[in-house]
């Protein structure tokens, strides 16, 4: 019997402004308190460039409930998942989670958990370059405009042309 191959992904959302919706409840559901303004979020799964699946939700959701919704209902066992400090208590739902350690407000990290942390952002940086090439796309950057329920098929046909781009660089 073979050893399964451990691949590894990482996980990261993203923040795209939308109009103001005109609806009290849906403005509610899309303010995001962190951007503050109205905003959807994608999450990316990527590995190395290549990006596997994205989800959406409004702005007010959380990056781990979206995370919970979503990516660890279909996980399987031989992934090795690289978040960020977003993510904490990802590790009580898959072991094999990688997140950065944040320092208390009573400690320092200590020069170790320093390195740890560096090694990890340095791991998982593809990710946020993935975000920035999504960013690119006019249509992502700037406010969207358009319907709210067409963002994420835009988002995900906007990810199959970066996933082409990188196919055609490797050949």
Sequence with gaps: MQDAEVITVAIDVTEHS???P???QEQKEHYSGKKKRHT???QIIADRGVIYDVEEAPGSVHDFEICKTTVLLVMILAVIILADSGYQGIQNYHEFSLIPIKKSKKKELSEPEKAYNKALSRQRIFI???N???KVFKIMSDRYRNRRESHLARTKLICAIL???KTLEMA
């Design 18 to 20: 939308i109009n103001r």
């Design 22 to 24: 005109k609806d009290h």
């Design 40 to 42: 959807k979020k994608s």
């Design 128 to 130: 946020e370059n993935i």
């Design 132 to 134: 920035a090439k999504i």
């Design 163 to 165: 996933n082409a781009e």
